[in-house]
């Protein structure tokens, strides 16, 4: 190929040959926290051991400690903090000293195509591909174990029995779910997760190796394989290639590398991949990213020249008008068979809930939160993120629709305004039944109402009252029922009517209805003597709660009974404006006091979470454990477990640690060495 006019002539001409035999098994190690001029090659090497189809690498080296340049005294006190005091087989530093450091490899890349090793002998260049290049690192996790030991050394220098402490703190509630069939789209995300990765890494056994010097003589041997052993000159190749050919498979070029892009998240998508998807799913995207936009805003977003007419027809599938202003809808943001990410709750009452908020902004400019959570019963968390889709808080106004009304919107499209409105009326509708109550107590006092029906107040009395005498007879049977539970004396006369004698309970000396730090069944809090009794679901409800949490604040209860409001089918209205005054009466009924704790003066707490109730009677001759555990926290918010196991041993003789333990993990909490009744830890 050369001519008398190159510039650049060929002076020698070198054979290659292609070395198979170390192909899959050589690596490249590099060392990049030391410098090339101190090698590790004189350096003992104790043990070696690898990964192969992850790669990894391990080597424990040995530590010069007869060298003047190590510190004795910080060798020592390192492997001090390693393993203690005591000396054991799984002990990191046999010598008590830090004798060694162990090297972890990474990946320099993951694509070692490109790279080989070249010896070079007797005009012959011999080159072997390369399997991996690994990066060695030093290897701090026996600091790890460091850490672990100081962790249990605090533990053990506190009060009381701390391993029970941990592992009764650890103890906690958990809800069982069956998860539906995984989806492919969340089979890939699981398979890319770290958590997944890690787990598959550690599922790879070690296999371990034996060292060798580079001055060893089984080195030497093995080097003698990155020279080609068979160079028949039939089994060569010569190369045919056009210098253009050659070049390209040198260096390819970029289109033909493919390039695995990271996965990013769901809500991410560049306006360039968005136009390139339906028109449909262009604006179900845009809203479902964007949760609230003018229509105007919404034809901006898309290419230059898109019918509005179709835009509008797309744009009503997957969302409502709201103050002339398109809102994505429910169902799209949550969709059937998924759940709340913040509490669980499932997608149908999700959409409920939310579709209740944004029929309210069809009202109205501006909304209460708290009014919102007491009508649709779901967790704060759900509440505020359905209100910041769609609205933002103002100072004593609540919060306030994101977007001023589209006037214009309204009298240009006025079919499609009159249609959105026949369609909140009917979900507005469902609503009504799901949450049982009426528009009018929604709407603005200061707004016309031509078209509502005027219901005057003797008239909303005499139906309340005619509610209240059907729902009389169940009622008062229930009454009689229970108070006869409670140690009433019922009398029945000749024509069947029955009267109630409730027995004297009450003590002169204690007011409130209290005895010894403990609000009872018969204290004035409950109403025997009208039919506003707690409904029998709701004490239901209660016993079977108090039944699995023996001990409950009323600010958690009051959270518990929220869920179990909203994981109800929709139409199944058995509870009607349950108060808090309800509620505690219908703890007290039963079978459940109020435990008076002595919170600190500093206490933080607010009221509801002070008032703490536990189970006092289950027939079971374990409630007289339980009552004395109560009456110990009336004296003081936390105790130590060796004063409970003395006080249960000095009044019921020896009490066995098993029972000592289900004692604590039905009541208690632990923290710091002490214990609390739940709900009752002070932060």
Known sequence: MASGDDDDPIIEEIDVYLAKSLADKLYLFQYPVRPSTMTYDDVNHLTARIKPKQQKVELEMGVNTMSPNYCRSKGEQIALNVDGTGFDETN???????????????????????????????????????????????????????DNKTREREAANEGGDSSQDEAEEEAKAITV????????????????????????????????????????????????????????????????????????????????????????????????????????????????????????????????????????????????????????????????????PHSGVPAEVLCRGRDFVLWRFTLERSVMRKEITSIIKLPPEDVKEFLEHVSTPRINR??????????????????????????????????????????????????????????????????????????????????????????????????????????????????????????????????????????????????????????????????????HLASMPAGWSVFHSVSDHMLQDAVLLCHCKQIMVPFPAQSTAASDEQKVFGLWETGEDYDKHRRLLYDLFTKNYRIRRNMIQAKLTQEFGDAPKADVDRLLKDCCISHAGMWYLKGTIQS
């Open 177 to 340: 779910r069956f998860s539906r069939p995984e989806s492919e789209q969340a089979r890939q995300r699981r398979i890319q997760s770290y958590e997944f990765l890690q787990k598959k890494q550690a599922e790879e056994p070690w296999v371990h190796l034996r060292y060798h010097g580079v001055k060893d003589g089984r080195s030497e041997h093995e080097r003698q394989y990155l020279f080609c052993q068979s160079v028949d000159a039939s089994e060569n190749s010569e190369l045919v290639k056009t210098p253009k050919e050659y070049l390209a498979m040198l260096m390819p070029p970029l289109a033909e590398e493919k390039v695995v892009k990271p996965v990013g998240p769901s809500n991410v998508l560049s306006m360039a991949q968005l136009r390139t998807l339906p028109l449909g799913e262009q604006v179900k995207t845009l809203m479902k990213n964007v949760k609230v936009m003018p229509f105007a805003n919404l034809m901006g977003l898309l290419a230059s020249g898109t019918d509005s007419t179709s835009v509008l027809r797309c744009i009503q599938q997957v969302a409502l008008l709201v103050q002339g202003n398109w809102v994505v809808k429910s169902d799209v943001l949550y969709p059937k068979n998924t759940c709340s």
């Open 92 to 146: 990191t530093f046999s010598t008590k000293m830090m004798d060694k450091q162990t090297f972890s490899s990474i990946q320099a890349t993951t694509n070692t195509s490109r790279y080989a090793a070249a010896v070079f002998r007797k005009g012959e260049l011999h080159i072997t591909p390369l399997t991996g290049i690994l990066q060695m690192r030093p290897s701090f996790s026996y600091l790890d174990k460091a």
């Open 398 to 563: 609540g919060w306030e629709f994101l977007l001023s009304t589209d006037v214009e919107f309204i009298k240009k499209h006025q079919d499609i305004a009159h249609r959105q409105h026949m369609l909140w009326l009917g979900i507005q509708s469902k609503l009504e039944k799901v949450f049982n109550f009426v528009k009018e107590d929604f709407m603005p006092k200061d707004s016309p109402q031509p078209e509502l029906i005027h219901v005057s107040g003797e008239q909303r009395l005499k139906m309340a009252q005619e509610r209240a005498q059907e729902k009389q007879p169940s009622l008062q049977k229930d009454l009689d029922v229970r108070r006869a539970g409670n140690g009433s004396h019922v009398k029945q006369d000749a024509s069947g009517n029955k009267d109630v004698e409730p027995m004297d309970t009450s003590s002169p000396s204690l007011p409130n209805g209290s005895v010894n730090g403990y609000t009872s069944a018969t204290s004035p809090g409950v109403d025997h003597t009208n039919g506003n009794m707690p409904s029998p679901e709701l004490q239901e409800f209660v016993t079977k709660t108090f039944r699995k949490h023996f001990v409950l604040t009323l600010n958690e209860l009051k959270r518990l009974f929220n869920l």
